[in-house]
């Protein structure tokens, strides 16, 4: 049921070796057990993500001041004109 | 008595009473840190230099403002504090500098407390002993052969230890109750909504709260006065009042009924623990108390709902560590391979098996049958709670089924998440609560007793846990 | 017969001072990396918060495109990996957009109008720019801005209603002239302010072909073009017998052909699920009313009226329409000079102050032919002062100038001559010289009339009022038959 390679693409993540196969039984084990879920009957119940007492604030359109290059260089070096540098994107 | 054993209440009364200084607490509070850390290891980093800067500042001023002033406070190290490593625990993060204050530090400094160091957790505040730090584990300071608890196992052991006269955590699925109950001190999560999580690291951002970790009753609650409040750079707090919740302590508990729900005893509770559950209720009864039963019907199912919704919001959160703008930087000849070693470097095991539950749960097939159902189920959850607090004010439980366990006691992860099966439903319902200690087992260990609420009445529970506190037996 | 079905999803960036979720300046910055902060640039920690102008802007192209609005829509996070999306997913709406159902009304006037159905338009961040040195396959590295990073965007998908072309064109065209009407974006494409991507199949039957997406298109043209070629590409490829392979191509600008693109690492498996760190976002009727008042008459509208109650020529109507800056001086002066000389004032407008802005890279808020230097102009040529060649003349001259036309005019002498006694004059010379035509005429050929209209225009250098000339050339032709 588990295919591992594929969700490991889809996070960005390539396990190897023993930890592998640790994660993998371990993944089996905790999915098997969330099947108990199938006893609830959930036919009509809307599904829970936001509090009734939190609405939404709409923010008024006035520019702050954002972060300075300097704390960004505190992170990590800007290339040339303060680019950010990646890799080739495409793989050979 | 030390300056380190005194409660937070006490130390802003006395240095507003100018009997003792700042910057001698502070010196007090490092010095136990130098004496105690290397064993307890609470501590990720230590902020010395700024702490004394600062203290020093603080004792020239002749207006001494502020509901915490002077007080150092350590803070869990996934939540940023300008200018100090925050790695939440994680190697993926560190040397992470933060460029901003979270606004529950914003707010903690413009009472004046001082931030003395940033504390070890399990990594982003996955698990539950502290003991998936990718650097260290912390020790419980009651007996060093156990564990804190964790998420928030570093802030917790602080201030059991007095290394910290107050510390701040953060709890998902029961991370400051738990370790708060293992170390003997007190732990509230708040309503979520009730402070502000601009600033924490986020793992479930439906299910994350802020909240302090204190010596007593008292202090936590002057401690959510700092930090509650609707903040404009959250959209998920609530534009509500917030009450002055050392107001509550101590209009006793006549005449409130406490619900004690029956399902706890489908799972296997320690024999101490449920024997001092049981004298907790006795002794809030004498004081007036009503005790019901109530139900929470879906109890049982919390736990994989909350595996599910926890690690499904996880896996979308700790996209951004790839590398490119800030922490660990992996090889690759190409971006792809540079994010893969970035990220399966940088994380830990228990990192990864989330992202990776969470990630299979999300997917295209699947999403109906695990994300989108264990929403629903939480729905029911939510539901059980509000029709039980129809009947009573507030709910008695155990924080944890059982005391603390050993380092590497706990080697199955299912059994590892068991620890929160008391815990997480107040996360998934999203109502605030509190940890007290009230006994111990026959190892010496503490027993923890939690008091739940309405959402958005904390000063209920203060009401009753400090009413119980004082009934402790010293 | 092979018919294209082609369908356009569309990204306007809306013209809000700050981002969608943070407070980051939209402005266009030479330095990159300057109007980041921990919001749009993924930081550990940092939290999304609406801003409520991108909303206001939403709604009002929603009702722009007869859509829609959902009082009650949500936002949804859409996982997937790149270096310009600094959080690695983008936070959009899915389930419920802002605005649901709409249209479009391309093509002719009237009854030839060809709706075009929007399925759904919704508000979303846009991601930061990435800068590749070389070309994407090629460069070893690449630069990422985050200035770009959160700027709002409306994504609007229509249905498959269009079919060729010049279709989708028209379709852009209008889309953009509403976007600058209702002042929620530039429209540029060139700069980046509206993309276009398109989706094409052909079918010779009820059946549908196989679709390919096409991208990279930056500028109306290059949709056109795009789209021939692919209709091209697919039926000689059908009629071979071959079959479409359902991909992503991108557009060569150079080649103007399309090309397969890269095939995508990325599954696209994106994972949708609701944004946790954002509510619902609930919106009342008043809100929406208040909007919907504070849009303008629309162009196409615009067209309709222009047609109608000036009776100018669809071309014109519809140039003139489509640009709002245009419109409202056109209105303008029509509001002064009195409807009957709407044509009047199109032909000038079109013609001649065009040709000026075009030339002096002008636009028309920036001159000074006012309504009252055009009513004395229309004036001047109504009395029959000066002829219409004239008039073209003077209003060049004041455009330039910045002199009215009566200045002009009376300065150098540039009366219409009206009396037919000197216009006489001139006929009976151009009689005398040219012989031909007299006979051409004389022998029945009535159509040289034109030619030797011409003669005397320009004898008299253009001063003669034509109707006049007409008259009297007739009249002495008529007497040369005698």
């Known amino acids: 049921m588990f295919n591992v390679e594929k969700i490991e693409r889809l996070a960005a993540l390539r396990l190897k070796g023993e930890e592998k196969e640790s994660i993998t039984k371990d993944l089996e084990e905790i999915l098997n057990y969330f099947n108990i879920l199938k006893e609830v009957n959930t036919e009509d119940v809307e599904p829970l993500v936001y509090t009734e007492e939190i609405k939404l604030f709409l923010r008024k359109d006035e520019i702050k001041e954002g972060l300075p290059i300097k704390e960004a260089e505190k992170n990590r070096e800007l290339f040339g004109d303060n680019f950010f540098k990646v890799k080739k994107i495409v793989r050979e | 008595m030390e300056i380190t054993e005194l409660t937070v209440k006490e130390i802003v009364e006395k240095i507003k009473k100018k009997e003792i200084g700042v910057k001698e607490t502070v010196l007090a509070y490092l010095k136990n840190i130098e004496d105690k850390d290397n064993n307890i290891k609470a501590f990720l980093s230590i902020n010395n230099e700024e702490a004394l800067i600062k203290a020093e500042e603080l004792d020239k001023e002749n207006e001494k403002n502020g509901q915490i002033f002077g007080i150092p406070v350590a803070i869990k190290d996934n939540i940023n504090v300008y200018g100090t490593e925050t790695t939440a625990g994680s190697k993926i993060l560190k040397g992470y500098i933060s460029p901003y204050d979270a606004t529950v530090v914003k707010k903690i400094k413009e009472q004046n407390g001082i931030v003395i160091g940033k504390t070890n957790c399990d990594e982003f505040a996955m698990g539950s002993s502290t003991e998936n730090s990718a650097f260290f584990n912390t020790k419980n300071p009651i007996n060093t052969y156990y564990v804190p608890g964790g998420s928030s196992g570093g802030s917790a052991a602080s201030v059991a230890a007095n290394e910290t006269a107050a510390a701040f955590g953060s709890d998902t699925g029961g991370s400051i109750r738990e370790p708060a109950g293992f170390c003997g001190i007190v732990g509230l999560k708040p309503t979520y909504g009730r402070v502000s999580r601009y600033g924490l690291i986020a793992f479930g951002s439906s299910l994350d709260v802020i909240g302090p970790l204190a010596k007593n009753v008292e202090d936590a609650a002057i401690l959510t006065n700092v930090i509650a409040g609707f903040d404009r750079k959250d959209e998920t707090t609530a534009n509500l009042p917030v009450e002055n919740y050392t107001d509550f302590l101590k209009r006793g508990v006549k005449g409130k009924k406490l619900g004690v729900i029956k399902e706890i005893n489908d799972f296997k509770i320690q024999d101490e623990v449920s024997i001092t559950l049981k004298e907790a209720i006795n002794k809030l009864e004498v004081q007036g108390c009503e005790i019901e039963e109530v139900s929470i019907p879906h109890l049982k199912y919390a736990l994989p709902t909350y595996y599910l919704i926890a690690p499904s919001e996880a896996s979308s959160n700790l996209s951004r560590f790839d590398g490119v703008r800030y922490g660990l930087e992996g090889i690759g000849d190409n971006l792809r391979d540079f994010y893969e070693d970035t990220r399966t470097k940088g994380f830990g095991r228990e990192v990864k098996r989330r992202i990776l539950i969470g990630t299979f749960a999300l997917s295209e097939g699947y999403f109906d049958e695990y994300y989108l159902k264990a929403s629903k189920v939480r729905r029911l959850i939510a539901m059980d709670f509000e029709k039980v607090f129809e009947k009573v004010d507030a709910l008695i439980l155990p924080t944890t089924a059982t005391t603390a366990f050993k380092f590497n006691e706990k080697k199955n992860p299912l059994e590892m998440y068991m620890s929160d099966i008391f815990t997480m439903p107040m996360n998934l319902a999203g109502i605030p609560a509190i940890s007290i200690p009230f006994g111990k087992d026959n190892k010496g260990l503490p027993i923890g007793i939690q008091i739940a609420g309405k959402w958005f009445e904390e000063g209920e529970i203060f009401q009753i846990s400090y009413a119980l506190e004082q009934l402790k037996e010293s | ?482």
Do not use: W
């Open chain 3, 1 to 482: 017969m092979y018919k294209p079905t082609i369908g356009l999803e569309i990204h306007v960036q809306l013209m809000t001072k700050t981002k969608i979720f943070c407070s980051c300046s939209t402005e266009f910055a030479s330095e990159p990396n300057t109007h980041v902060c921990p919001v749009c640039i993924g930081l550990p920690g940092a939290l999304p918060v609406l801003n409520e102008k991108a909303v206001k802007y939403g709604v009002k192209l929603g009702i722009a495109l007869n859509a829609y609005i959902n009082k009650f829509s949500s936002f949804y996070r859409k996982n997937y990996f790149y270096p310009d999306l600094p959080k690695g997913y983008q936070i959009t709406q899915y389930i419920i957009p802002i605005a649901k159902g709409g249209y479009l009304e391309v093509g002719g006037s009237g009854a030839q109008k060809k709706k075009i159905r929007i399925e759904r338009a919704h508000i979303e961040e846009d991601s930061g720019k990435s800068i590749h040195a070389g070309n994407i396959t090629e460069s070893e590295f690449s630069f990422i801005d985050f200035n770009r990073s959160g700027i709002p965007l409306m994504e609007i998908v229509t249905l498959p209603d269009i079919e060729t072309p010049d279709e989708a064109y028209d379709f852009l065209i209008l889309l953009r002239s509403i976007i600058r009407y209702i002042g929620v974006s530039t429209g540029d494409m060139e700069k980046g302010a509206m993309r276009c991507d398109v989706n094409i199949s052909v079918s010779k039957d009820e059946t549908m072909g196989t679709k390919v997406e096409i991208k990279n298109l930056n500028s109306f043209r290059s949709v056109k073009r795009a789209l021939e070629y692919e209709i091209e590409r697919q039926v000689s490829a059908l009629k071979k017998g071959e079959r479409i392979v359902q991909e992503t191509r991108h557009f060569d600008e150079k080649e103007d052909t399309t090309k397969p693109m890269r095939t995508k690492e990325e599954l696209n498996d994106y994972r949708y699920f609701p944004e946790p760190d954002l509510p619902p976002l609930v919106l009342s009727d008043e809100f929406i009313e208040n909007i919907k008042n504070t849009i303008p008459e629309l162009p196409n509208t615009k067209e309709e009226r222009y047609i109608k109650e000036f009776e100018i020529s669809s071309d014109y109507a519809r140039t003139i329409a489509y640009n709002p800056k245009l419109a409202e001086y056109f209105e303008n002066i029509v509001k002064y000079v009195g409807i009957k000389r709407a044509k009047a004032v199109a032909n000038f407008i079109m013609l001649d102050i065009s040709a000026y802005l075009n030339e002096t890279k002008k636009e028309i808020d920036k001159i000074d032919f006012t309504k009252e230097k055009f009513k004395e102009l229309l004036d001047l040529i109504d009395n029959k002062t000066i002829s219409r060649n004239t008039a073209k003349e003077v209003i060049n001259e004041s455009l330039r100038t910045g002199k009215t036309p009566s200045e002009i005019v009376s300065k150098k002498g540039r009366t219409q001559i009206t009396d037919e006694t000197s216009i006489k004059e001139f006929v009976i010379d151009v009689l005398k010289e040219n012989d031909a035509q007299v006979n051409q005429y004389l022998s029945g050929k009535t159509k040289v009339m034109a030619y030797l209209t011409g003669q005397v225009m320009k004898k008299s250098k253009g001063k003669a009022n034509p109707e006049i000339i007409n008259k009297v050339l007739y009249n002495e032709l008529e007497n040369l038959k005698k």
